[in-house]
């Protein structure tokens, strides 16, 4: 029967309010910087989230997710360009753009998943320099100049809430996604391959099925919100839409919040956008990746569920009181 208790219902409330505000948020003639870092925000929260799905469930860390990003946003753009879209053909047109993602995801998939641990996570590191290198040098493609995508004939203000809104409707439909398969058999089979694949098969889950579609979901949404970042920047080059920081931060964000649960994400690339905020205006670069690898080996080491495993109420036992045991040499 479905959870109608007074908490679930103030956490809805509480939920559509904060969406409500955020939706409006755009409208009301904020500085350009603002609007700007919420829809980063939004958009980590759907990389980190969409990552999730085969990092987080099936334990499948794949360091190349920037790959699928990239591939949106350069789709996007050539259709975009080829078929001299409308905005709103261009706007429909990510989610081709995010097809196109999950379909490259599904070729590469079928010999990657094969491997385990960190050769799965070295051949995606691989996959994501390769496919970044190959952009670069295909001069059909924009080459080292990068693409230009028309914008919308709209003040600028204007096309930018427009924007801001897509990404924020992406991340709840994302968000939705990935409570509803946390939920599912699906995400059930997912994460009995996390704690032992071998074992997982031997109970009738299909490994190798379930391993291609969590890959191949966790690659539309990144595909979607590359194609949304393009139209927003009206711009692309490889370097920004391929960058392997991109992977590594998207992976940090997951695990730090925990990638055991839909929320984890959420929490970790809320957070660490925040921070990488911050370090990126008031540290040098240089040091800003140097407090993220220590930050990474902290999340590893110390906090492998997270940091929201530290706000789950913890169950204790209740105290054994006198009577409760029976003193040596009593009767029973």
């Known amino acids: 029967m479905p959870d109608n208790s007074p908490s679930k219902r103030y956490w809805v409330f509480a939920a559509v309010f904060v969406l409500f505000c955020l939706a409006l948020f755009p409208w009301l003639g904020p500085p350009v910087y603002f609007v700007s870092f919420l829809f980063t925000v939004f958009m980590y929260i759907v990389l980190a989230t969409s990552w999730n799905i085969i990092g987080g469930y099936a334990g499948y860390l794949s360091f190349g997710h920037v790959a699928f ?6 789709a996007t753009v050539m259709m975009a360009n080829l078929l001299n879209l409308s905005p709103i053909g261009t706007v ?16 590469i998939g079928y010999p990657c998943l094969a491997l385990r641990g960190p050769y799965f996570a070295v051949i995606t ?7 970044h290198l190959a952009v670069k040098n295909f001069s059909f493609l924009g080459g080292a100049d990068g693409l230009w995508i028309k914008s919308m004939e709209l003040p600028i203000h204007v096309s930018r809430a427009i924007l801001f809104e897509l990404m924020l409707g992406l991340t709840v439909i994302t968000l939705l996604a990935s409570m509803r398969i946390a939920s599912s058999k699906f995400g059930a089979g997912l994460r009995a391959i996390k704690e032992d694949e071998d074992v997982a098969q031997t109970m009738a889950v299909n490994a190798p099925r379930l391993k291609i579609q ?21 711009y692309i080059h490889p370097d920004i839409v391929f960058d392997v920081n991109i992977s590594i931060l998207i992976v940090l964000m997951a695990l730090f919040g925990g990638g055991t649960s839909w929320l984890g994400p959420l929490v970790g690339a809320t957070a660490l956008t925040f921070i990488n905020e911050g370090l990126s205006t008031f540290v040098k670069a240089e040091f800003a990746r140097i407090i993220y690898g220590c930050l990474f080996i902290v999340v590893i080491v110390f906090m492998p569920n997270g940091i929201i495993e530290f706000f789950k109420p913890r169950k204790t036992l209740p105290e054994e009181t006198s009577e409760d045991v029976a003193q040596p040499g009593s009767a029973p």
């Open 69 to 74: 990003f990239g591939i949106g946003a350069y």
């Open 125 to 131: 590191l691989c996959f994501a320099f390769v496919v």
């Open 214 to 234: 969590a890959f191949a979901v966790s690659a539309f949404f990144p595909g979607v919100a590359g194609g949304i970042f393009a139209y927003y920047l009206t």
């Open 92 to 107: 429909l047109g990510t989610i081709p753009s995010g097809a196109i993602a999950a379909l490259i995801a599904v070729i």
